[in-house]
T-cell receptor, first 109, second 116 residues
Framework: QKEVEQNSGPLSVPEGAIASLNCTYS??????FFWYRQYSGKSPELIMF????GDKEDGRFTAQLNKASQYVSLLIRDSQPSDSATYLC?????????FGAGTTVTVRA | NAGVTQTPKFRILKIGQSMTLQCAQD?????MYWYRQDPGMGLKLIYY???????DKGEVPNGYNVSRSTTEDFPLRLELAAPSQTSVYFC???????????????FGPGTRLTVL
């Protein structure tokens, strides 16, 4: 069973703070890693992908990957109320993606 | 470009009834997927297809069937509905999956199904 585990949350952060989301995966053969955002009642939408060790920045979002530790994280800087959502970590697995259960983030004003 | 479309948006079934959830994409994607999402849970893969005429089981295929006669369409059939199939169903498609290009899956809006 190829598993993806995320910190369970919920995570509550004040507006302007950094939200830190963590994800571990079991399949050492995985090559690509994705973070999706899902607003309540909506479908998931891609916000970041990463495939090389290290950091990747896109606006207020930074993804970090450590393949040796089988760990991928997402940092949201200067958190805004519009960032309140569930964040899903996904890991590629042959032709498929395996998803974690998600971490719900609430940004309080 | 409509992306991935799903019908219906909502449906209530009685135990033992059958139905087909429709999914279509207009992006000429080879790969298509069906997921279910239970409250507070991640996405569980039901079935997937790597091209017309080719389908395979995911993690939770029991109680479902699929077909892929065209590149565009990937319907999901529920036979003998059970309360355990109450969930939100998402269809997704992609050109490829993973790899250095980071090709990703595009999701439809979902179908909320209740079995009573």
């Amino acid at each position: 069973q190829k598993e993806v585990e995320q910190n369970s949350g919920p995570l509550s952060v004040p507006e302007g703070a950094i939200a830190s989301l963590n994800c571990t995966y079991s399949d050492r053969g995985s090559q690509s890693f994705f973070w999706y955002r899902q607003y309540s009642g909506k479908s998931p939408e891609l916000i970041m992908f990463i495939y090389s060790n290290g950091d990747k920045e896109d606006g207020r979002f930074t993804a970090q990957l450590n393949k040796a530790s089988q760990y991928v994280s997402l940092l949201i800087r200067d958190s805004q109320p519009s960032d309140s959502a569930t964040y899903l970590c996904a890991v590629n697995n042959d032709y498929k993606l395996s998803f974690g259960a998600g971490t719900t983030v609430t940004v309080r004003a | 470009n409509a992306g991935v479309t799903q019908t219906p948006k909502f449906r209530i079934l009685k135990i033992g009834q059958s139905m087909t959830l429709q999914c279509a994409q207009d992006m000429n994607h080879n790969y298509m997927y069906w997921y279910r999402q239970d409250p507070g849970m991640g996405l569980k893969l039901i079935y997937y297809s790597v091209g017309a005429g080719i389908t395979d089981k995911g993690e939770v295929p029991n109680g479902y069937n699929v077909s892929r006669s065209t590149t565009e369409d990937f319907p999901l059939r529920l036979e003998l509905a059970a309360p355990s199939q109450t969930s939100v169903y998402f269809c997704a498609s992609s050109y490829t999956v993973g790899g250095a290009r980071g090709d990703t899956q595009y999701f439809g809006p979902g179908t909320r199904l209740t079995v009573l």
